[in-house]
């Protein structure tokens, strides 16, 4: 089975600043899919970032960014000028890439951003 | 993109009712839809995979008799708590899937379940 690691419980960053978040995973699969959700006060899950396995180009949407690592097993998020609205619990979330659409999340990150 | 809503937002019941959940992909139709739990400052953990026209799958430790899912339409899951008692207060989130360039779940808002 998948696991999904998350070794920081909490992290916070200077406003404008740049923070990473880590994400290990523990699979046997060689084709798979990897997420970063933010989770804000709401509550509501929002997609952040998505990597293919086999893609080794690391994924970006704007002040996002991921580095990942396949024979590592790691996938960390970099968030570039944080702002306050980046402040939420992030989860890194693991797919495999045939079939099964379910989701295995780790256990998060709170993020929180200091004025 | 994608809109999934659940209704009611929040709901407060007393301790022995049944609490139903819907959740509703508005703008698509949703083959399997997924049902999780999460509690204060903790994960989501996934309760039941939701296919239309069939039973759902429970995952370990799941009581399938408490949660009680149906999925009777392409557009419509629910989720019921049956007798419901204060350890079932939770927040539950529904997802539904759709294959798409996002290749993962659209989410909805969440339902807060305080049972008294």
């Known amino acids: 089975a998948q696991t999904v690691t998350q070794s920081q419980p909490e992290m916070s960053v200077q406003e404008a600043e740049t923070v990473t978040l880590s994400c290990t995973y523990d699979t046997s699969e060689s084709d798979y899919y990897l997420f970063w959700y933010k989770q804000p006060p709401s509550r509501q899950m929002i997609l952040v970032i998505r990597?293919?396995?086999?893609?080794?180009q690391n994924a970006t949407e704007n002040r996002f960014s991921v580095n990942f690592q396949k024979a590592a097993k790691s996938f960390s998020l970099k968030i570039s000028d944080s702002q306050l609205g980046d402040a939420a619990m992030y989860f890194c979330a693991y797919r495999t890439y045939f079939g099964n659409e379910k989701l295995t999340f780790g256990t998060g990150t709170r993020l929180t951003i200091i004025p | 993109g994608a809109v999934v809503s659940q209704h009611p937002s929040r709901v407060i019941c007393k301790s022995g009712t049944s609490v139903k959940i819907e959740c509703r992909s508005l703008?698509?139709?949703?083959?399997?839809m997924f049902w999780y739990r999460q509690f204060p400052k903790q994960s989501l953990m996934l309760m039941a995979t939701s296919n239309e026209g069939s039973k759902a799958t429970y995952e370990q430790g799941v009581e399938k008799d408490k949660f009680l899912i149906n999925h009777a339409s392409l557009t419509l899951s629910t989720l019921t708590v049956t007798s419901a008692h204060p350890e079932d207060s939770s927040f539950y989130i529904c997802?539904?899937?759709?294959?798409?360039?996002?290749?993962?779940?659209?989410f909805g808002p969440g339902t807060r379940l305080l049972v008294l």
């Open positions: 703008d698509f139709q949703a083959t399997t």
């Open positions: 997802s539904a899937w759709i294959r798409d360039s996002r290749e993962t779940q659209y």
């Open positions: 990597q293919e396995a086999y893609k080794q």
